[in-house]
């Protein structure tokens, strides 16, 4: 069965820091992978997608995440963190069974302090 | 460009009462999602839909029906409400297969 892990259900980094936020998926079938972030009280916002292209996938904002077969990983990095990149961060796979089915990570809160 | 509209906002129901969450988008999506969000559990999938006329259930389909008459429409109705369905909703609409959501903005409900 397919599912995402995300290690870390908090991250906490200074502003100007590097943001590594990971994540995991199990599939038996190459997936498509997305990143989604989540501000306070809004819906979420694709931040950027994985579609078999390229394996390094820029989005916006600044973030961009890799895309490794060999460790079944879809880490989302940042070089600098801005204050407001404090968020919910989601990680989700996309993958065809009856239908196309999206399965959520259960989430990454993002802190950053100044 | 209002992308997907969703309301009410914020929703107090009583044990047992029914109710329709409200979902619209504007960008001639076919497929439509309605996904509720719980602490620690990230997104699970109601019900969705792939075109109009045509819903099936997701992960979590119990106590909730759908329909979608238009393209634009899909409201989530909650047959006899329960505290465990309180939650915040989503609705969420995509272009086509494998392509990202655009979600509303949500629908927070307490059912006491």
């Known amino acids: 069965a397919q599912s995402v892990t995300q290690l870390g259900s908090h991250v906490s980094v200074s502003e100007g820091a590097l943001v590594l936020l990971r994540c995991n998926y199990s599939?038996?079938?190459?997936?498509?992978l997305f990143w989604y972030v989540q501000y306070p009280n809004q819906g979420l916002q694709l931040l950027l997608k994985y579609t078999s292209a390229a394996t390094l996938v820029k989005g916006i904002n600044g973030f961009e995440a890799e895309f490794k077969k060999s460790e079944t990983s879809f880490h989302l990095t940042k070089p600098s963190a801005h204050m407001s990149d404090a968020a919910e961060y989601f990680c989700a796979v996309s993958v065809w069974t009856s239908y196309d089915k999206v399965i959520f990570g259960p989430g990454t809160s993002l802190s950053v302090i100044p | 460009n209002a992308g997907v509209t969703q309301t009410p906002k914020f929703q107090v129901l009583k044990t047992g009462q029914s109710m329709t969450l409200q979902c619209a988008q504007d960008?001639?999506?076919?497929?439509m999602s309605w996904y509720r969000q719980d602490p620690g559990m990230g997104l699970r999938l109601i019900h969705y839909?792939?075109?109009?006329?045509?819903?099936d259930q997701g992960e979590v389909p119990n106590g909730y029906n759908v329909s979608r008459s238009t393209t634009e429409d899909f409201p989530l109705r909650l047959l006899s409400a329960a505290p465990s369905q309180t939650s915040v909703y989503f609705c969420?609409?995509?272009?086509?297969?494998?392509?990202?959501?655009?979600f509303g903005s949500g629908t927070r409900l307490t059912v006491v």
């Open positions: 969420a609409s995509k272009g086509g297969e494998n392509y990202g959501y655009t």
């Open positions: 960008m001639n999506h076919e497929y």
């Open positions: 839909s792939v075109g109009a006329g045509i819903t």
């Open positions: 599939s038996s079938v190459p997936p498509y």
